[in-house]
Nanobody
Framework: VQLQASGGGLVQTGGFLTLSCEASENIHNLHSMGWYRRAPGKERELAAEIIVNGPTNYHDSVKGRFTISRDGVKTAVTLIMNRLKPEDTGVYYC???????????????WGQGTQVTVSS
């Protein structure tokens, strides 16, 4: 499974950006899909994710500003990021998880990363 991400770029504080991610094939047993991010000098962290038939999770710092949604037909997600702050700067990675061949396995897939830069 390949994940193709688009969006990102440079924006001023208070601006908005949209990230999109689509899988190369339709995943019928999708467990979750979303976005992680890595700020300069920091560990990668969850930004937002949708768990199929489960909750939508957001990092505390983006609640109320970011909205993630899932496409109803394709295996794809969109992340709308509003009121961006300089601390949102980082590389954003699309992530997909689905069950593996054994019942206790989960397979993780990652996109190549897209840069988001918020200037102050």
């Amino acid at each position: 499974v390949q994940l193709q991400a688009s969006g990102g770029g440079l924006v001023q504080t208070g601006g908005f950006l949209t990230l999109s991610c689509e899988a190369s094939e339709n995943i019928h047993n999708l467990h979750s899909m979303g976005w992680y991010r890595r700020a300069p000098g920091k560990e990668r962290e969850l930004a937002a994710e949708i768990i199929v038939n489960g909750p939508t999770n957001y990092h505390d710092s983006v609640k109320g500003r970011f909205t993630i949604s899932r496409d109803g037909v394709k295996t794809a997600v969109t992340l709308i990021m509003n009121r961006l702050k300089p601390e949102d700067t980082g590389v954003y990675y699309c992530h997909l998880q689905r069950p593996g061949s054994r019942w206790y396995d989960m397979n993780d897939y990652w996109g190549q990363g897209t840069q988001v830069t918020v200037s102050s």
